[in-house]
């Protein structure tokens, strides 16, 4: 179970990435590009993976970690359920994430 407090140091400790506001939500950006973004009230990120990536952290549990609702999981969102997944696991796809963002660039 990981906190949002938890969540945004964790998202935080990469170079150059920041955080500010996406609408009701939390984003976290390297060079102006969300690699994720945190619901607070729900407690789950969206994270920004290829689609290879995005299947592979897929297929360990749908109810930690799924395709975004809609056309934005056609495009790599990957829901994270906060109250569900491993801390190690999480780490995993915040990097994964955050390099997607910066090799893109």
């Known amino acids: 179970m990981i906190d949002n407090a938890t969540f945004r ?9 920041v955080e500010m ?3 009701e939500k939390r984003s976290f950006r390297v060079k102006k590009k969300i690699f994720a973004t945190l619901n607070e009230r729900e407690r789950s990120a969206v994270v920004k993976l290829s689609k290879v990536d995005q299947s592979a952290f ?3 549990d749908a109810l930690v970690i799924s395709p975004a609702p809609g056309l934005w999981g056609g495009h790599g969102w990957t829901t994270i359920n ?12 915040l990097t994964t994430a955050y390099n997607t963002v910066v090799k893109n660039k």
């Open 9 to 17: 140091r964790m998202a935080l400790a990469f170079p150059d990435a």
């Open 82 to 93: 906060l109250k569900l997944v491993r801390s190690s696991t999480l780490k995993d796809a």
């Open 21 to 23: 506001p996406h609408f």
């Open 58 to 60: 897929c297929s360990f």
